[in-house]
T-cell receptor
Framework: EPEVTQTPSHQVTQMGQEVILRCVPI?????FYWYRQILGQKVEFLVS????????KSEIFDDQFSVERPDGSNFTLKIRSTKLEDSAMYFC??????????????FGPGTRLTVT | AQSVTQLGSHVSVSEGALVLLRCNYS??????LFWYVQYPNQGLQLLLK??????LVKGINGFEAEFKKSETSFHLTKPSAHMSDAAEYFC???????????FGKGTRLSVIA
């Protein structure tokens, strides 16, 4: 069964460093998302991406964050200058098509980012 | 604002007992509701979803949920808990188009032998 994959599974970085989290969505999916979950808190939406541009973003997704689909298969989340409060589990998700609210979002296993 | 409330951050049941995980949503328009499960070190997996076709929704692994508009609830149940059901369960809602999911805080289910 097709699945969303994410690399690395765990990333440790120092405050102020740039990190890139990578995701490979399911191949025929068109809509991509990043969510994050700070330890002990709820899963929160960061950004959605469709047709090579950001479709929607939350207040969390400030200028330190960017997303890219560099090669038609990967979907990346970059944090330019990490802060301690960026430590969280980051989930990538993809879905088949926009506009249909019942379509499932398929989630990857997550990347645990630890900022020291 | 859209929101989901999951009552109880941790629920513990005996093996074979009824599982009841509570979820309430706030909405002024018909919602689309989802339950996801997260096993240790894994991603979020869809258990079931409410799409307005039927108020009682059956999902995988013997779980089901009932949409009650009058109570703005979508509680998850399973008649008989198995050890393998131990996981984190998330209720989520979305309202239109391919808008993002809004998640509850999650409920950790423990199953005692």
């Amino acid at each position: 069964e097709p699945e969303v994959t994410q690399t690395p599974s765990h990333q440790v970085t120092q405050m102020g460093q740039e990190v890139i989290l990578r995701c490979v969505p399911i191949s025929n999916h068109l809509y991509f998302y990043w969510y994050r979950q700070i330890l002990g808190q709820k899963v929160e939406f960061l950004v959605s991406f469709y047709n090579n541009e950001i479709s929607e973003k939350s207040e969390i997704f400030d200028d330190q964050f960017s997303v890219e689909r560099p090669d038609g298969s990967n979907f990346t989340l970059k944090i330019r200058s990490t802060k301690l409060e960026d430590s969280a589990m980051y989930f990538c998700a993809s879905s088949e098509t926009p506009l249909i609210p019942t379509y499932e979002q398929y989630f990857g296993p997550g990347t645990r980012l630890t900022v020291t | 604002a859209q929101s989901v409330t999951q009552l109880g951050s941790h629920v513990s049941v005996s093996e074979g007992a009824l599982v009841l995980l509570r979820c309430n949503y706030s909405s002024s328009v018909p919602p689309y509701l989802f339950w996801y499960v997260q096993y240790p070190n894994q991603g979020l997996q869809l258990l079931l979803k409410y799409t307005s076709a039927a108020t009682l929704v059956k999902g995988i692994n013997g779980f089901e949920a009932e949409f009650k508009k009058s109570e703005t609830s979508f509680h998850l149940t399973k008649p008989s808990a198995h050890m393998s059901d131990a996981a984190e369960y998330f209720c989520a809602v979305r309202y239109s188009g391919n808008t993002p999911l809004v998640f509850g805080k999650g409920t950790r289910l423990s199953v005692i032998a």
